[in-house]
């Protein structure tokens, strides 16, 4: 019995955090503008994303361009986007390898009989866990290193996004149900 709830909380876990790692990689609020001059009104806020950038004026317009070519993006941001697009869909498969394992899991007299799939799924899941981690952490290290450089003028600094913050929970449940499974 403590086992089906376990591969059900894992289940629940790994679904949660693999709709949060597609959400971490859709949302354009990875870096957000940091204007936080005592003299200065702030009319626009700049959100930057791995796919897009925005400009919102006073909360009430919000106006999104997509980057113009994928062969101009600097360098770390296709390093970000790979990693990302690439645990979204690790993150599926791990969620659909896991549905499956649940499935074929069958208690019996000698105790539960767990499916190879159910260990393939806490793998998977652990793997995409770290692949999340890793470029919300880099981005994140990026982010305070240049907000705390004083070399940075302050139109160009940052600070961390809501995507960064929807990316560190999804991994944390990621690797929650990749540890459950194993």
Known sequence: MACCVLQITGLVFGGVGMLGTLAA??????????????NMVVFESIWEGLW?????????????????SVLALPPPLEALRALMCLAVLLAI????????????????????????FILA??????????????????????????????????PLKRELGAALYVGWASSALLLAAGAMYC
Do not use: H, N
């Not at 990689?25 to 005592?38: F, I, L």
């Open 93 to 116: 498969v791990a969620f659909l390898v896991a549905i499956v394992g649940v499935k074929y899991s069958q208690p019996s007299k000698e105790g539960p009989q767990v499916s190879p």
């Open 52 to 68: 897009m950038d925005c400009i919102s004026q006073l909360g009430l317009r919000l106006q999104c361009k997509l980057y113009d």
């Open 25 to 38: 990689t859709a949302m354009p609020q990875w870096r957000v503008s940091a204007y936080g001059e005592a």
């Open 121 to 154: 799924a806490g793998v998977a899941f652990l793997l995409t866990g770290s692949l999340v981690l890793v470029p919300v952490s880099w981005t994140g290290g990026g982010i305070v290193r240049d907000f705390y450089d004083p070399a940075v003028p302050a």
